[in-house]
């Protein structure tokens, strides 16, 4: 095991799939992994190994020369720990081993070749990285292979690997789905998985991320983002009709992503119809983690864990500098004596860690022109690459942090509109306003922060001022008070202790 990760550092990842072959660069912040490169070559490695036992070779020579490139990029940016590793088309072919000692003779590069188990149990615990309170079954569906693992408050449990995979299925004669769907339906009879257990499926992989844009295309979904991007069981059928009965070029035109997997999109959208039926699950989340992160999360420290996957994020995106992560600590706890007493959001515990994230964001719109950050703020945490976060609670984020700098609504937010209700938009302003009260008075300094005390009593928002800093509470942090006061019902008293 490779040494463990450092707070700062990038790392990068190698991934020799079945289908495609992809280089990740990290930023690593504590716990938050932040792409910073991602590079990827359709290269169809195990197009053949069902027909032959051996690896394509027109995609050895793909994932040849794409590991060479990848490699000459990784010495370039002085990337010091580096992760290859294959899975199922590599560990199945007669000559997987040859092909991995070929590319450590060219490159350097020693790809580690994962078992079934292994497969199955990296996916999971880089899905628990994006989703920490996942509970359910994690499916990764790569090119040759189906996993299949458990999740929940324990950790990752048992997993299963199944060879379900598109280019497994595929033959050389045109999709058929009734084949297809018996056959898939028959070789996942035989796991203790499924079972009709209901609840949540997670989905991993290129091809069910592709049909999850295409669910958002079809529903007009107001947030294209992947991340937890929720399917009831009445859609994934939907998708999956309306999937197999298109065409190669109707596929291409339906959704972008669709283009360069139209050939083996069929398959992948009959899998998860079938994996939907067989455990007769709830909904499906597509999962934009998945076996990179887990590679990652093995090396990660005990104190980085320890750390609230969305609070990392956020405050890996409001940036390394220490006052601005300092700031953003105190500010998470000199606002939470305002909220006492008024009713969740989200529920008590994810309130308080979105009130956490939402303080390590509070200065993100700094650098900007005050002309152009409200506009830009709301899109930008809506959008911003965030851990362990719904779509309804993005939308909350975001709205939160455009009301730090303003009162008005988000203007043409359709995600503001229709993923959050009235209550809901009235908590957001609430907590925008606070996060603004907190950052004027003091000036974003985490010392004069400590100068004053908020706290929601008896019907009152009383803030409490040192007389030393009396002089820091001007008209307008008398304002910024009263605004803080007025979103949550209360009256505004100011007192000099």
């Not at 007389?467 to 008209?475: G, Q």
Request: avoid cysteine.
């Amino acid at each position: 095991m490779s040494r463990t990760l450092r707070d700062g550092q990038e790392a990068a990842v190698i991934d020799v799939g079945s289908n495609s072959v992809r280089l990740v660069v990290y930023r690593i912040d504590g716990r938050a992994m932040t792409p910073i490169l991602n590079e990827k070559v359709m290269a169809g490695l195990g197009r053949d190994v069902m027909r032959t036992g051996k690896l394509s070779r027109t995609g050895v020579e793909t994932a040849r020369a794409a590991i060479k490139r990848f490699a000459t990029l990784i010495e370039a940016l002085d990337i010091k720990d580096v992760y290859p590793v294959a899975t199922a088309a590599v560990r199945e072919a007669e000559d997987g081993r040859a092909f991995a000692a070929q590319i450590a003779e060219e490159t350097g590069l020693k790809l580690r070749i994962l078992s079934g188990e292994d497969e199955a149990r990296l996916s999971a615990l880089g899905v628990t990285a994006g989703a920490p309170d996942a509970t359910g079954l994690v499916g990764d569906l790569g090119g040759a292979s189906l996993e299949l693992v458990e999740v929940g408050p324990k950790g990752v449990g048992r997993g299963e690997t199944f060879p379900l995979g598109p280019l497994t299925l595929a033959r050389d004669d045109e999709f058929d789905y009734a084949r297809v769907g018996d056959h898939v339906s028959e070789v996942l009879s035989s796991t203790k998985l499924l079972g009709k257990r209901g609840g949540d499926f997670y989905a991993v992989g290129g091809a069910w991320r592709a049909l999850g844009r295409i669910d958002i295309a079809l529903s007009n979904h107001p947030l294209g983002v992947l991340h937890h991007h929720q399917m009831k069981r009445a859609s994934v059928l939907r998708v999956v009709e309306v999937v197999r009965k298109q065409s190669k070029r109707s596929l291409e035109k339906l959704e972008e992503a669709a283009a360069k997997r139209a050939d083996t999109l069929p398959y992948a959208a009959v899998v998860l119809e079938r994996v939907m039926l067989a455990g007769n699950f709830d909904r499906v989340i597509v999962s934009a983690y998945g076996l990179r992160e887990g590679v990652l999360m093995e090396r990660m420290s005990e104190q980085a864990l320890s750390v609230h996957p969305l609070i990392a994020a956020a405050e890996a995106l409001a940036g390394r500098w220490s006052r601005t992560r300092a700031f953003g600590q105190a500010l998470e706890h000199w606002i939470a004596p305002i909220f006492a007493g008024q009713p969740p959001v989200f529920g008590k515990k994810r309130d308080e860690v979105l009130r956490g994230a939402a303080a390590r964001l509070a200065d993100v719109g700094g650098p900007l022109h005050p002309d152009q950050r409200v506009e830009i703020m709301f899109d930008l945490i809506l959008r911003a690459p965030l851990a362990a976060i719904s779509h309804e609670e993005r939308a909350f984020l975001a709205a939160a942090i455009h009301h730090r700098y303003t009162k008005l609504p988000p203007r043409h937010a359709d995600a503001y509109l229709r993923l959050l209700s009235e209550d809901e938009q009235a908590a957001a302003a609430a907590l925008g306003a606070a996060l603004r009260l907190g950052a004027d008075l003091s000036g974003r300094s985490q010392p004069l922060l400590a100068s004053f005390e908020a706290r929601a009593v008896d019907g009152k928002l009383v803030l409490r001022v040192k007389k030393a800093a009396a002089h820091l509470v001007t008209e307008t942090a008398s304002r910024r008070l009263d605004a803080v006061a007025q979103a949550l019902g209360l009256t505004a008293e100011t007192k000099i202790v």
